[in-house]
């Protein structure tokens, strides 16, 4: 009888963690961070010594958000990235790019309650940013182009996510790009001129990103 009285105590606990931070007035802080590092390899499976084509990025993205209504909140989001993408044509020849980007944004969230501990949500995006860096080529016979690169970019996304409350107040979350709207406007200037590029591009992929993340919970403060 002991063993039941604790455990229903254990759940009716446990509920009360998504009950009481999901409602209108709580408040959400937390963020991510990313990291992504992809070399190539040669036909037999052994890396060169300078891999052909080398990526190498890093990301944190702040948030915080407030609910405006039970099980729906809304928010704004920072970003700061670096990317070092180097492709290799020989020991001596190469075109390295290095960048550092900054971006803000708002989004939205609505949960759904799946357990006492489990919530899924949805979540759409909007986010804008811009990104500074130099270009490096050099190529035998061909002279060398130093260049400065500068970016924009906008981006329109859905995300569906879960949460976990590890306790009261930490969850763990996990979420996938399920669908993304992206305008990108990058500009080059060397010594012989400039040139600028736009691309525009939909993407619907769900596994094109996955992202892993912590968030605080601030419940509604007692009146």
Do not use: C
């Not at 390295?96 to 949500?121: D, I, K, M």
């Not at 996990?174 to 400039?194: D, F, H, I």
């Not at 968030?215 to 007692?222: G, L, Q, S, V």
Request: aromatic share 14%; proline share 3%.
């Amino acid at each position: 009888m002991r063993t039941i009285v604790i455990v229903l105590l254990f759940f009716s606990i446990s509920a009360a963690y998504a009950q009481t931070q999901l409602v209108k007035g709580s408040k959400l802080l937390g963020g991510s961070l990313n990291f992504n590092s992809v070399s190539e390899t040669n036909d037999a499976g052994v890396p060169f010594r300078f891999s052909p084509q080398a990526t190498r990025s890093f990301g944190i993205n702040p948030r915080y958000g407030w609910f405006v209504r039970d099980n729906v909140a809304f928010g704004i989001s920072l970003g700061f990235n670096t990317l070092s993408q180097r492709i290799n044509f020989s020991t001596n020849d190469f075109d390295h790019l290095r960048s550092t980007g900054f971006s803000v944004g708002v989004f939205t969230r609505r949960y759904v309650a799946l357990s006492p501990r489990f919530a899924l949500f949805g979540e759409g995006s909007f986010s804008a940013g811009l990104s500074a860096g130099n270009r490096e080529v050099r190529r035998s016979g061909t002279g060398n182009i130093d260049s400065d690169v500068r970016g924009f970019s906008a981006s329109l996304g859905i995300s569906p996510g879960v949460t976990f409350f590890a306790t009261k107040r930490l969850a763990v979350e996990s979420s996938v790009g399920l669908a993304s709207v992206l305008y990108l406007r990058n500009s080059e200037t060397t010594a012989s001129g400039s040139s600028i590029a736009n691309n525009f591009g939909i993407s619907a992929n769900p596994f094109s990103s996955l992202n892993v993340g912590f968030i605080w919970y601030f419940a509604k403060p007692t009146e």
